[in-house]
């Protein structure tokens, strides 16, 4: 074992955290991404605008996630497949209608809002178990403030 892992106390519980942070990112991209073409109406082109940044930064955020699993020795979810399955949150579909920004908006607030409270707990519990994983969480939840406060800013 290398010993960047062997200083890991909890190893195979926050590759498990780390697996649902990777599920979880990897639907919010394609969600993401999904939107910045799906979106239309009154501000859709600036939502879209919106949309593709933020589905660039978690797509940053699922390799991010993935590196750091197999230096701790992990496997990462296999499959997005299985993304769902392993995340901390369930997919919400954005509506059939595109021209639905107030619901789109608030949904992906509801989104970005779960992703804060997730990693905010993460960074508590690797603060002073590995400090690896505490900065990568630590960039990934300030950049999940930063989405939740776009978004809200956009939306009033």
């Known amino acids: 074992m290398l ?9 195979e519980d926050i590759i498990k955290a780390l697996n649902r942070a990777l599920g979880a990112e990897g ?6 991404l999904y939107l910045s073409h799906w979106v239309t109406g009154h501000g859709g082109h600036e939502a879209m605008e919106i949309f ?3 589905a660039q930064e978690e797509w940053t955020h699922v390799g991010r996630l993935l590196e750091r699993i197999v230096q701790l020795g992990g496997v990462p979810v296999i499959s997005p497949t299985e993304w769902e399955r392993h995340s901390y ?3 919400k579909a954005p509506p059939k ?3 639905k920004l107030s619901q789109i908006l608030e949904d992906s607030l509801d989104a970005e809002r779960a992703a804060i409270s997730f990693y905010q ?13 505490f900065k990568l969480i630590s960039e990934i939840l300030a950049d999940e403030v930063e989405d939740e406060h776009t978004l809200d800013s956009f939306y009033r």
Do not use: C, N, P
């Open 27 to 32: 639907l919010a991209a394609y969600r993401y």
């Open 89 to 91: 949150e369930k997919y």
């Open 97 to 99: 209608d595109g021209s």
């Open 52 to 54: 593709t940044k933020m």
């Open 121 to 133: 707990e993460l960074a508590q519990k690797t603060q002073h178990e590995d400090f690896v994983t």
């Open 3 to 11: 010993r960047g892992q062997e200083i890991v106390k909890k190893r």
